[in-house]
C-alpha cells in the first residue's frame, strides 16, 4: 500500500473533500480518486460511499481507519526518530573507550563538543582495548578512543596523543621517595600485570625487554584498580597510568608513581572509526571535533600523579 493513500484515505475519512486532499499533496483529484479505488481493491471492501456531497465511511471503512490511524502515528513517530539520529544537532553519538581514558580524555571531549553542539546525546561504554575494533566492525559504536593500533584495514585511527606511564611502588619501598626510575633498576623485582589479552601487558614486557630483562609476574589482575591495590599491599611492582579507572582508589595515598626514564615509557592515545559505515552527521561532527582539537593541541592535559 501507498503512504501517500493511506493518508489521502486518512484526509477524507476525517471530512476533507477529495480535491482539499488533491491540493495539499499538489495532485490532481482524479489522481485522489484513483488512489483510493486502488485502496480499496486491494483491501478487497468498499471503503467509502457517497453521501450527499461527502465521502462517509463504510462499516469496513471504519475499522480500517482505527488501524491506519495507529499505523501512520507509529510512521510518523518513527520517521521523527530517525531525523533526530541523523540530524547532527540532536542526534546520537556511540563512543567506546578504553577505561582509564574516562576520568579525565573522554570526558572533556565530550564537554568542549557539547558547547556548540548541546543538543546531541551520547551513550558510552567502557571496552578493553584490543575488543574496540570489532564493536566498530559491527556498528555498535561509531568511535572508539583506544590506545590500540589495529592492522585491520577496516579501521581508521587518527592519533590524538602519548600518554606516560608509571612505576608503581608500594608507600614504603625504597625507591618510593624517588624523583623518577631507570626501569633497569627494578629488574630483579616481582610485577602485578593485566591478564591477557592486554595491550598494556604487552607494552610492560616489550618496554622490559629493552633494557633487558623479562618481568618477573608474581599477580595477574582483571583491571587497574586491582593492579595498584595488590601494589599498595607490597605484593608487586607495576607499570600503570596515572589516571584511575574506576571508584576512588583506596590504595592512592600508599603508593608512589614514578616517571620512567629509560625506555621512554609512553602509550600512544588515538580516534578510531569503522572505514567501511559511514558515520551519520552527529557522529561525524564528533569525530572532526576530536581530530580538530588534537590538530590544534587543545586535547585536555594528562594528568601527572601528586607526590
Not at 484526509?11 to 488512489?35: C, K, P
Not at 633498576?185 to 591478564?195: A, K, M, P, Q
Not at 590504595?251 to 602509550?267: E, F, H, K, S, Y
Request: contains cysteine.
Amino acid at each position: 500500500m501507498e503512504t501517500d493513500v493511506l493518508r489521502w484515505f486518512q484526509h477524507v475519512a476525517d471530512g476533507v473533500t477529495v480535491t482539499e486532499v488533491g491540493e495539499r499533496y499538489w495532485v490532481s483529484q482524479s489522481a485522489v480518486s484513483r488512489g483510493l479505488g486502488r485502496l480499496e481493491a486491494e483491501v478487497g471492501v468498499p471503503l467509502l460511499h457517497r453521501g450527499g456531497r461527502a465521502l462517509r465511511l463504510t462499516q469496513a471503512g471504519a475499522v480500517f481507519k482505527r488501524q491506519v490511524d495507529a499505523m501512520l502515528l507509529d510512521l510518523d513517530d518513527g520517521l521523527a526518530a530517525v531525523q533526530q539520529l541523523v540530524d547532527p544537532a540532536t542526534g546520537l553519538v556511540a563512543v567506546a573507550f578504553q577505561a582509564s581514558l574516562g576520568a579525565w580524555l573522554v570526558p572533556r571531549l565530550i564537554g568542549s563538543f557539547r558547547d556548540d553542539h548541546p543538543d546531541v546525546r551520547f551513550v558510552l561504554g567502557q571496552a578493553r582495548d584490543e575488543f574496540v575494533p570489532d564493536m566498530l566492525d559491527t556498528g555498535k559504536v561509531d568511535v572508539g578512543i583506544t590506545t590500540v593500533r589495529t592492522a585491520d584495514p577496516g579501521v581508521r585511527w587518527q592519533s590524538l596523543m602519548s600518554e606516560q606511564l608509571y612505576l608503581a611502588v608500594p608507600g614504603a619501598h625504597p625507591l618510593a621517595d624517588r624523583a623518577d626510575v631507570r626501569l633497569s633498576e627494578v629488574s630483579g623485582e616481582r610485577f602485578v600485570v593485566l591478564r591477557r589479552p592486554s595491550p598494556l601487558r604487552d607494552l610492560v614486557e616489550q618496554l622490559c625487554g629493552q633494557v633487558g630483562f623479562t618481568p618477573e609476574v608474581a599477580f595477574e589482575a582483571e583491571d587497574l584498580p586491582t593492579v595498584r591495590g595488590f601494589v599498595a599491599s607490597g605484593l608487586g611492582l607495576a607499570v600503570v597510568p596515572a589516571t584511575e579507572d574506576g571508584p576512588a582508589n583506596v590504595a592512592q595515598a600508599v603508593i608512589r608513581l614514578l616517571p620512567i626514564t629509560d625506555p621512554p615509557a609512553l602509550r600512544e592515545i588515538g580516534l578510531a572509526w569503522s572505514a567501511e559505515r559511514q558515520l551519520l552527521p552527529s557522529a561525524e561532527a564528533f569525530r572532526q571535533h576530536v581530530v580538530d582539537q588534537a590538530r590544534a593541541q587543545r586535547l585536555p592535559q594528562i594528568p601527572t600523579p601528586s607526590r
